[in-house]
């Protein structure tokens, strides 16, 4: 299908696309990799009146190191170059990224844009949520931190205000002290998660005895990604994987849809973790 009419802008800066976003009347979007946002346009089932196309803004491309060795990842780096990127140590986004969409996605989709669109079965969400990441948002007004925990609000939904644009994604530094892992299956076609487990397992003091730190966030389960915390609560009064997985869905309204009902998507959900905590446990030092 054709989309509906529009406008278009492409700013030379971000500064200059804050003051355009500023300008706009509540139907302007923002566009960069446009894997997410195009398709729906097409389906006319997003009609926004202006895009603003930052996608060749290259201060928002690329990843660097900031203080206490943690990771500032621009909002425009795509999945492809991310992965590539030397400076990721994290496990679990070696296990996811590869697996991400096909090669054209993973080459044009951009780490800030799969969050801002916040679909519920997209891989990244879940992926920050058990980093514990921070996403940085600028407007006119200046520029917020917002914790990764208070970003999704539901199904396509986020903490980002109408005149503001995702612009970094933080990440803590890595550490020998920690193992981490990334479990899913997908719908074939797609590659979308049916369910989907993050893990980040971790002595937070060091040492070599107990966890007693631990991140489990699910994708594709529920109307929005979210951290597990019955099963998290689980492992580490047990410490046994299959304890926190019997909890993977506890307290959330698990989806129900073409691709497959709540029942088989709970019970593929504790199989996620069970097998991503297995995994964590095991790279941990």
Same mark, same amino acid.
């Given at each position: 299908?054709?989309?509906?009419?529009?406008?278009?802008?492409?700013?030379?800066?971000?500064?200059?696309?804050?003051?355009?976003?500023?300008?706009?009347?509540?139907?302007?979007?923002?566009?960069?990799?446009?894997?997410?946002? $195009?398709?729906?346009?097409?389906?006319?089932?997003?009609?926004?009146?202006? $895009?603003?196309?930052?996608?060749?803004?290259? !201060?928002?491309?690329?990843?660097?190191?900031?203080?206490?060795?943690?990771?500032?990842?621009?909002?425009?780096?795509?999945?492809?170059?991310?992965?590539?990127?030397?400076?990721? =140590?994290?496990?679990?986004?070696?296990?996811?990224?590869?697996?991400?969409?096909? =090669?054209? =996605?993973?080459?044009?989709?951009?780490?800030?844009?799969?969050?801002?669109?916040?679909?519920?079965?997209?891989?990244?969400?879940?992926?920050?949520?058990?980093?514990?990441? !921070?996403?940085?948002?600028? %407007?006119?007004?200046?520029?917020?931190?917002?914790?990764?925990?208070?970003?999704?609000?539901?199904?396509?939904?986020?903490?980002?205000?109408?005149?503001?644009?995702?612009?970094?994604?933080?990440?803590?530094?890595?550490?020998?002290?920690?193992? %981490?892992?990334?479990?899913?299956?997908?719908?074939?076609? %797609?590659?979308?998660?049916?369910?989907?487990?993050?893990?980040? =397992?971790?002595?937070?003091?060091?040492?070599?005895?107990?966890?007693?730190?631990?991140?489990?966030?699910?994708?594709?389960?529920?109307?929005?990604?979210?951290?597990?915390?019955?099963?998290?609560?689980?492992?580490?009064?047990?410490?046994?994987?299959?304890?926190?997985?019997?909890?993977?869905?506890?307290?959330?309204?698990?989806?129900?849809?073409?691709?497959?009902?709540? !029942?088989?998507?709970?019970? @593929?959900?504790? @199989?996620?973790?069970?097998?991503?905590?297995?995994?964590?446990?095991?790279?941990?030092?």
């Amino acid at each position: 299908m054709i989309p509906a009419a529009f406008s278009y802008a492409r700013p030379r800066s971000i500064d200059e696309a804050v003051k355009l976003l500023k300008k706009g009347d509540g139907s302007t979007k923002i566009i960069a990799g446009g894997q997410s946002l $195009l398709p729906l346009m097409k389906l006319r089932l997003a009609r926004p009146g202006q $895009l603003i196309d930052i996608g060749r803004l290259a !201060e928002l491309r690329g990843v660097r190191k900031i203080a206490g060795g943690r990771l500032a990842i621009g909002a425009l780096t795509t999945y492809d170059e991310l992965l590539r990127d030397p400076n990721i =140590v994290h496990a679990l986004l070696r296990d996811a990224l590869p697996r991400i969409g096909d =090669v054209q =996605v993973r080459n044009r989709g951009t780490i800030g844009g799969a969050i801002a669109h916040a679909d519920p079965a997209s891989d990244m969400p879940a992926l920050l949520l058990a980093l514990n990441a !921070e996403v940085v948002a600028r %407007s006119a007004r200046g520029e917020r931190t917002i914790a990764i925990t208070d970003f999704f609000k539901g199904p396509f939904a986020t903490a980002l205000a109408s005149d503001e644009i995702l612009v970094e994604i933080r990440l803590p530094a890595g550490s020998n002290d920690y193992g %981490s892992a990334y479990c899913s299956i997908e719908q074939p076609a %797609s590659g979308y998660s049916l369910a989907g487990a993050a893990v980040v =397992v971790g002595r937070s003091r060091g040492g070599t005895g107990p966890f007693d730190d631990v991140r489990i966030a699910l994708a594709g389960v529920a109307d929005a990604p979210y951290r597990a915390t019955a099963a998290e609560k689980a492992f580490l009064a047990s410490a046994r994987p299959g304890d926190a997985a019997a909890h993977a869905t506890d307290g959330v309204s698990v989806a129900s849809d073409i691709h497959a009902d709540a !029942e088989f998507r709970a019970a @593929v959900a504790a @199989v996620q973790v069970r097998r991503a905590l297995e995994a964590a446990i095991a790279r941990a030092g």
